[in-house]
């Protein structure tokens, strides 16, 4: 059986993670916060920016403007976006 979680990004109940996605107090808010949907979306703007901006894991300040960037997508505040890209009509 599926939990449902508030979703900060959606503002409705909506299926939440099997688990915190990363350790730490930041996991445990996701796992709390954020349903599995804006998860998925976020992790897809992530792959984006990693490969539109070069971005190497390893560099720590890779990783905190990543953070930050994530933290904006959930709050829906304006975050970096792959430049130039056009999502697929429907």
Not at 12 to 25: I, N, R, S, T, W
Not at 51 to 69: G, I, T, W
Request: proline share 8%; aromatic share 14%; hydrophobic share 35%.
């Amino acid at each position: 059986m599926s939990r449902t979680v508030f979703c900060r990004k959606y503002q409705k109940d909506l299926e939440g993670l099997p688990f915190p996605p990363m350790p730490g107090a930041k996991g445990q808010d996701i796992f709390e916060n954020v349903s599995k949907q804006a998860w998925q979306e976020w992790q897809a703007q992530q792959t984006m920016l990693i490969n539109e901006k070069h971005l190497n894991m390893m560099d720590p300040y890779a990783r905190k403007f990543l953070q930050e960037q994530m933290t904006r997508f959930f709050n829906n505040e304006d975050f970096e976006q792959a430049e130039g890209y056009v999502p697929p009509s429907e």
